[in-house]
């Protein structure tokens, strides 16, 4: 893991190992909160898990949806006794791989500056998440909601995606002024992106514009 600000570490890049294309990139964050380091999304790589235990560990883990759900978030919980979130639409599947300490199903402040934002859509439990940071930047973890493919903006449809759901998340990003959004995967791009009130709007409309549907794919 490396800092991107004082408050707020990448982990190291992954790659899917059934992707061909490695440009396709995945990241968790860590958020270095006053009352303890959150983790959102998904951190496989064990050296992170080392940097991790270096800088005090995990009081709390937040998937943005259930792809994230994987063996590395199973050895982070037991090896921190963190806590593990993520939203009632995404708790079968991510059971499959462990268990969840709690679910939500609407909007939640935690410690009183961390917000829980349900994002449905790309899958039916895809969150967000909302921090104030009292450096003075706002930061939005937005998962797979909305993510970059090269110098564009998208939002992805899977099988299990809801169209008219998807649309509703991105109104909500609307009504928010974050000042760097984190995304969980993208190709071909950084996974984070500053932004000023004007291009996170731009951003909102190309993703309603031009989503990429991956339903009809074929197999393989």
């Known amino acids: 893991m490396k800092p991107l600000y004082e408050d707020l570490w990448i982990s190291t890049p992954e790659f899917p190992a059934d992707n061909a294309e490695s440009d396709l990139m995945m990241h968790g964050f860590m958020l270095r909160h006053p009352r303890g380091n959150l983790l ?3 951190v496989e790589n064990q050296l992170d898990h080392e940097v991790l235990a270096d800088v ?27 806590a593990l979130y993520c939203h009632n639409r995404a708790l079968g599947p991510v059971s499959l791989i462990i268990e969840p300490d709690d679910t939500f199903s609407q909007q939640e402040v935690h410690f009183g ?21 009292p450096l003075g ?10 993510t970059r493919e090269y110098n564009r903006w998208i939002s992805v449809l899977v099988p299990e995606s809801n169209p008219a759901e998807l649309l509703q998340s991105l109104e909500l990003y609307r009504s928010l002024r974050p000042d760097v959004v984190l995304m969980s995967t993208t190709r071909g791009h950084l996974s984070w992106q500053k932004m000023t009130l004007k291009s996170w709007l731009a951003a909102i409309d190309e993703a309603e514009q031009a989503p990429l549907d991956l339903r009809q794919r074929p197999p393989g």
Do not use: C, K
């Open 113 to 133: 500056d961390f917000h829980l934002l349900p994002t449905p859509g790309h899958t039916p439990g895809s969150s967000s998440y909302l921090y104030h940071s």
């Open 56 to 82: 005090g560990g995990v009081i709390r883990h937040y998937l943005t949806h259930w792809h994230e759900a994987a063996p590395g978030a199973l050895m982070i919980q037991q090896r921190f006794n963190s």
């Open 137 to 146: 930047r706002t930061y939005l973890f937005v998962g797979d909601t909305l």
């Open 40 to 42: 959102i999304g998904r």
